[in-house]
T-cell receptor
Framework: DGGITQSPKYLFRKEGQNVTLSCEQN?????MYWYRQDPGQGLRLIYY???????QKGDIAEGYSVSREKKESFPLTVTSAQKNPTAFYLC???????????FGQGTRLTVV | GIQVEQSPPDLILQEGANSTLRCNFS?????LQWFHQNPWGQLINLFY???GTKQNGRLSATTVATERYSLLYISSSQTTDSGVYFC????????????FGTGTRLQVTL
């Protein structure tokens, strides 16, 4: 089945630890994105990548890092510098920039 | 940056009723999508509609790009329509930057 797979669904970490969220797609899409959603809010863009080995900061990139070494993979690392990391994280992809975006099922990160 | 406003913020309907959700945006766009977020958080694509009108079963959408708004129509609502509906736009001249509204929370009751 073609789609976007995020893992894990739920993640618990202690404060001060870095954590990496996985996002894989088999849709052959060039563009990939990471969004953050807080309770009762819309989604905010963290990072996006339009092509392998290239990525750009979104609106709330501080405390996060990404890599794009393969077309199908766009992992997100939440670093200890992120002040409020507890949130719902969603990964998306699209054929190219500004075409229809499709989302994975999300990862709920809780930092205690 | 571009502002996206959705109305109403909350909506309660009886099953079978019709509704219209609105999305206003503050600048020209080349991408507009409507999503339904289910209770498990999954974002379901409803429409990719930067302009014009589309229909899919009981749902339809219209975007009037020149007047900077889009409407989502839900007819004969069902309890499974409950959830949050998001409008997201990609401003003209920028790359890969979907900006989301804060959503309309819909509850359909029996």
């Amino acid at each position: 089945d073609g789609g976007i797979t995020q893992s894990p669904k739920y993640l618990f970490r202690k404060e001060g630890q870095n954590v990496t969220l996985s996002c894989e797609q088999n849709l052959n899409h060039d563009a990939m994105y990471w969004y953050r959603q807080d309770p009762g809010q819309g989604l905010r863009l963290i990072y996006y990548s339009q092509i392998v080995n290239d990525f750009q900061k979104g609106d709330i990139a501080e405390g996060y890092s990404v890599s794009r070494e393969k077309k199908e993979s766009f992992p997100l690392t939440v670093t200890s510098a992120q002040k409020n990391p507890t949130a719902f994280y969603l990964c998306a992809s699209s054929i190219w920039q500004n075409t229809e975006a499709f989302f994975g099922q999300g990862t709920r990160l809780t930092v205690v | 940056g571009i502002q996206v406003e959705q109305s109403p913020p909350d909506l309660i309907l009886q099953e079978g009723a019709n509704s219209t959700l609105r999305c206003n945006f503050s600048d020209s766009v080349n991408n507009l999508q409507w999503f339904h977020q289910n209770p498990w958080g999954q974002l379901i694509n409803l429409f990719y509609i930067p302009s014009g009108t589309k229909q899919n079963g009981r749902l339809s959408a219209t975007t009037v790009a020149t007047e900077r708004y889009s409407l989502l129509y839900i007819s004969s609502s069902q309890t499974t329509d409950s959830g949050v509906y998001f409008c997201a736009v990609g401003p003209l001249g920028t790359a890969s930057k979907l900006t989301f509204g804060t959503g309309t929370r819909l509850q359909v009751t029996l």
